[in-house]
Each structure stands twice: as structure tokens, then as C-alpha cells.
């Protein structure tokens, strides 16, 4: 069955950085898409980056521009995201995602906590 586990999250000081890393398996992990997403306590899930499934094309929501870059290791079927300067509203759940034949499949998410 699919799989998605998160790992890599933990407190950070302002400024810190974080890998957060994304064990798939159970499905041809080459072939799809992966997706980070983020939920702050009160808030909606939403999007933070992408990597195509060559890992030749990325996406990154606005307020992640610049700090944070995803990665894929085809070999290891994991998919990284590395997130520099972080700030206290980085304060989320981080969660990996992919869809394959239009069902959505998400890990159980790794705690990030950005705080002095």
C-alpha cells in the first residue's frame, strides 16, 4: 500500500534551518508529482512546494520563495525539502502528498516549531 512517511522536523531558532525528508513506497515513486504542504494550528492546510516527477521542475508557494527548495532522490524514493532562514510563522505541521489516479494519499506530518 502507499506510504508516505515524514521525518526531520524539531524546534529551530529564527533564522535555522531544517531538512525535512519523505519515504515513499508502495507505488512507482519516479512517476508522480510530490507536493509539501503546511498547517498551522487554527489554520487551513496549504500549499508549500512541488517537484515534477523527473525532479527537472519546481514550485513554491510565495511566502517560501527564496528559503526553502525541494528535491527528489529517485533511488532512495524520498523527496526532501530543505527550508533556510526560517521564521516563527513557519510554525506548522509539514506534510508530503501525492495523488495517483485521482486519490489523494498524505503522510502523517512532522512537527516544525520555529521559535527563540
Known amino acids: 500500500q502507499v506510504q508516505l512517511v515524514e521525518s526531520g522536523g524539531g524546534l529551530v531558532q529564527p533564522g535555522g534551518s531544517l531538512r525535512l525528508s519523505c519515504a515513499a513506497s508502495g507505488f512507482t515513486v519516479s512517476s508522480y508529482a510530490m507536493k509539501w504542504y503546511r498547517q498551522a494550528p487554527g489554520k487551513e492546510r496549504e500549499f508549500v512546494a512541488t517537484?515534477?516527477?523527473?525532479?527537472?521542475?519546481?514550485n513554491y508557494a510565495d511566502s517560501v520563495k527564496g528559503r526553502f527548495t525541494t528535491s527528489r532522490d529517485t533511488g532512495k524514493k524520498t523527496v526532501y525539502l530543505q527550508m533556510n532562514d526560517l521564521k516563527p510563522e513557519d510554525t506548522a505541521v509539514y506534510y508530503c502528498?501525492?495523488?495517483?489516479?485521482?486519490?489523494?494519499?498524505w503522510g502523517q506530518g512532522t512537527q516544525v516549531t520555529v521559535s527563540s
Open positions: 502528498r501525492v495523488v495517483i489516479r485521482f486519490k489523494i494519499y
Open positions: 517537484v515534477s516527477s523527473d525532479a527537472t521542475g519546481t
